[in-house]
């Protein structure tokens, strides 16, 4: 296994993918993919590709769990076994837990709980190939799929994670980027406010650096908004066509 002062993070001012410092991998979304669930999404970020499917609102069970004045959000993160370079093990682990309680986190600010007391909301999240940066494409797919399930929304949420590789601050790590790097911070937030609805860390940032790194991830969080944006006017936008021409108008 490579170490960290092993790898050439830095080569010519660009990235061992070739990116700049403050460029997002491709992404790529398409809302309502899957027939069963109110609201799905597919979300590719680079190498990594993700489902997110989302039931409810419907009446919470057990009942002993409904929350009297508002919906509970469930939110499950799980890995493919076939996700990841050696085999993961199926089943939750304490990896898993922790993304599944973060990313509710990340999105419960924006969600109208208290339309619906006594209900749940069920978020699925499954990833099916991995390259870093996981839990931020689940998290984007989860905030499209719920738009696209009709749930009540104040916003969209949108995420990314910002980096220290080879002593420069990054936008978007990759897995090489972010298993042998200086420093990992996921941070979810409302574009179009700038708040901040999750943030991890992982690593050593001085306050300059943070500081930097916040200000690359509000700008890339306000392209990823405009995609997911794109992606789910695209989707009613054809529908509509699609009725239309049915209609034959
Ligand atoms: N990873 C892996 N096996 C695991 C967990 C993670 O190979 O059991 C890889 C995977 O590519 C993942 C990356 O390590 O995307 C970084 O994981 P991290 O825990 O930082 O979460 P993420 O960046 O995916 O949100």
């Given at each position: 296994?490579?170490?960290?002062?092993?790898?050439?993070?830095?080569?010519?001012?660009?990235?061992?993918?070739?990116?700049?410092?403050?460029?997002?991998?491709?992404?790529?979304?398409?809302?309502?993919?899957?027939?069963?669930?109110?609201?799905?999404?597919?979300?590719?970020?680079?190498?990594?590709?993700?489902?997110?499917?989302?039931?409810?609102?419907?009446?919470?069970?057990?009942?002993?769990?409904?929350?009297?004045?508002?919906?509970?959000?469930?939110?499950?993160?799980?890995?493919?076994?076939?996700?990841?370079?050696?085999?993961?093990?199926?089943?939750?682990?304490?990896?898993?837990?922790?993304?599944?309680?973060?990313?509710?986190?990340?999105?419960?600010?924006?969600?109208?709980?208290?339309?619906?007391?006594?209900?749940?909301?069920?978020?699925?999240?499954e990833i099916l190939q991995s390259d870093a940066g996981t839990r931020t494409a689940g998290i984007n797919a989860a905030s499209v799929a719920l738009a696209d399930a009709g749930v009540p929304m104040r916003d969209l949420v949108s995420s990314v994670a910002v980096g220290k590789v080879g002593g420069e601050i990054?936008?978007?790590?990759?897995?090489?980027?972010?298993?042998?790097?200086?420093?990992?911070?996921?941070?979810?937030?409302?574009?179009?406010?700038?708040?901040?609805?999750?943030?991890?860390?992982?690593?050593?940032?001085?306050?300059?650096?943070?500081?930097?790194?916040?200000?690359?991830?509000?700008?890339?969080?306000?392209?990823?908004?405009?995609?997911?944006?794109?992606?789910?006017?695209?989707?009613?936008?054809?529908?509509?066509?699609?009725?239309?021409?049915?209609?034959?108008?």
């Open positions: 296994m490579k170490k960290e002062g092993e790898i050439e993070f830095i080569k010519d001012g660009k990235r061992v993918d070739g990116r700049r410092f403050d460029e997002l991998r491709n992404i790529k979304i398409e809302v309502g993919v899957l027939k069963r669930a109110d609201g799905s999404c597919y979300f590719e970020l680079g190498d990594n590709k993700v489902l997110a499917a989302v039931y409810g609102p419907r009446e919470m069970h057990p009942r002993h769990a409904q929350d009297a004045k508002m919906a509970v959000v469930k939110f499950r993160y799980n890995m493919a076994p076939f996700s990841v370079d050696d085999r993961k093990r199926p089943g939750p682990d304490r990896r898993s837990v922790e993304i599944s309680k973060v990313s509710r986190e990340a999105l419960d600010p924006v969600i109208l709980r208290e339309y619906y007391p006594k209900a749940a909301i069920e978020v699925y999240v990054v936008l978007d790590l990759n897995a090489v980027e972010d298993n042998y790097g200086e420093a990992d911070m996921p941070i979810a937030m409302i574009a179009r406010r700038n708040t901040i609805t999750a943030l991890q860390m992982d690593g050593n940032l001085t306050k300059d650096e943070f500081e930097k790194g916040l200000k690359l991830a509000m700008k890339a969080c306000q392209q990823i908004y405009e995609l997911q944006r794109a992606a789910l006017i695209g989707r009613y936008n054809k529908d509509e066509s699609a009725k239309s021409k049915d209609r034959g108008t």
